[in-house]
């Protein structure tokens, strides 16, 4: 029995271990995979390696060797503050521009003034050259009147001094002109404020001579000077005149007074900028009024009207005609209806940059008996500058 058990158990043993042979034939055998070691950081060890090799950068280590540096702290700035209110410019001083823009008042009267000078310093002044600088002069819109008594004192001069000498005759030149203009006028703005009320400016003159942007530009002029202004925007036709007057009021803290809706009454509005000048204790008022052709009596008539609603609250210290330096003669007829309806006071001369007839300054004065008083020599916000004859004849002459 024991012998039989033996060899039962013998067999059994043969048996599994071949149906194990024959299981492990038949399954594939798995190929193993080596995977990567575990970074050291997540071992807990420190990053080591050896000095002559260098690791790739991680996260947050710097590009270069060494990897090593020190991190950079953020730095803490403090913002600048948002301003209170509106932020309003400074204008210019007065002073000493019309000096400032004397090169571009030389270089578009270049042909009167050099022109003259060319003719007078010829070695001979016959009757051919006196008719051209007379022919010069009328170009330059100086006119008939003015230009005849030039001619007729240069001629004087030079034929008892005897000379021929350039500068001399640039003296000469200068002297004549100098008288023509005029060196006694009064040209100076009358907007000192009144004891109970302020001084009151009313600025008139026809469509495209630029008066808007003028009476902006006077309120800079008077804003430099420390003065308290307020703007009246009586162009109630033209649906952009009181926004734009505004927007130039505001750039140097300025209020204007307007009307809710287009086509309002134009006196009504000055008289209310008056009033609110005299409530604020302003220095001067001065009311834009709409631009208008001076053959059209209906217009010129409600412009009359505008300044006589302003006298109820007193005389009205100025008014000022703007004229366009370009239109030339055309200008002078302008000047004198504006000037039989509203008293014409001061005569603001525009774009006179842009003319080579720098004698308009002559004509218009003789024509009105009323002074320039200040001029405009470009689109700058501060290209409004009192008229200086003696600095103006010189830039021409330069």
């Known amino acids: 029995m024991d012998t039989l058990d033996y060899v039962i158990g013998l067999i059994g043993l043969i048996a599994v271990g071949g149906v194990a042979a024959f299981v492990g034939l038949v399954r594939p055998k798995r190929r193993g995979r080596s995977l990567p070691p575990r970074p050291a950081e997540q071992q807990g060890r420190p990053l080591v390696g050896r000095p002559d090799e260098d690791r790739l950068p991680g996260v947050g280590d710097d590009a270069e060797v060494p990897r090593d540096s020190p991190s950079r702290s953020v730095d803490v700035v403090d913002l600048p503050a948002e301003p209170a209110g509106p932020v309003t410019e400074r204008p210019e001083p007065v002073l000493g521009r019309l000096v400032r823009l004397r090169e571009r008042l030389a270089r578009s009267n270049s042909a009167l003034g050099q022109g003259l000078l060319t003719l007078l310093s010829r070695d001979r002044l016959d009757e051919a050259t006196w008719d051209e600088v007379e022919e010069t002069l009328l170009l330059a819109d ?3 009147g003015p230009t005849t008594e030039i001619v007729d004192g240069l001629r004087e ?4 001094l005897g000379t021929r000498d350039p500068e001399h005759v640039r003296e000469l030149l200068r002297q ?9 006028v009064d040209r100076s703005l009358r907007t000192e404020r009144h004891e109970d009320r302020p001084a009151v400016v009313l600025v ?15 309120a800079r ?5 420390d003065k308290d202004v307020v703007l009246g925007a009586a162009d109630t036709f033209r649906a952009a005149a009181a926004e734009q007057l505004a927007t130039w009021g505001e750039r140097v803290g300025v209020p204007t007074i307007r009307s809710e809706r287009d086509g309002a009454d134009p006196a009504a509005v000055a008289f209310d900028a008056v009033k609110a000048g005299i409530e604020a204790e302003a220095d001067v008022v001065i009311v834009d009024t709409a631009g208008r052709l001076q053959n059209k009596a209906g217009l010129m008539d409600e412009l009359g009207k505008v300044k006589r609603v302003l006298e109820r609250h007193g005389p009205v210290d100025e008014v000022l005609l703007v004229l366009d330096a370009t239109t030339g003669q055309n200008g002078l007829r302008q000047a004198a209806v504006f000037s039989e309806v509203v008293d014409v006071s001061g005569i603001v001369l525009t774009k006179l940059d842009g003319t080579a007839k720098g004698g308009i300054v002559v004509a218009v004065q003789r024509t ?6 200040l ?6 916000a501060d290209d409004l500058a009192p008229f200086d004859p003696e600095a ?3 830039a021409l002459l330069s």
């Open 142 to 144: 100086v006119g008939i």
């Open 157 to 160: 001069r030079v034929r008892v």
């Open 176 to 184: 004549e002109l100098l008288s023509a203009i005029g060196t006694d």
């Open 204 to 218: 008139v003159g026809v469509n495209g001579t630029g008066k808007t942007t003028t009476v902006g530009k006077l």
């Open 221 to 225: 002029v008077l804003v430099a000077e």
């Open 368 to 373: 009105l008996d009323v002074p320039v008083k």
């Open 375 to 380: 001029i405009g020599l470009g689109e700058g």
């Open 392 to 394: 103006f004849v010189d």
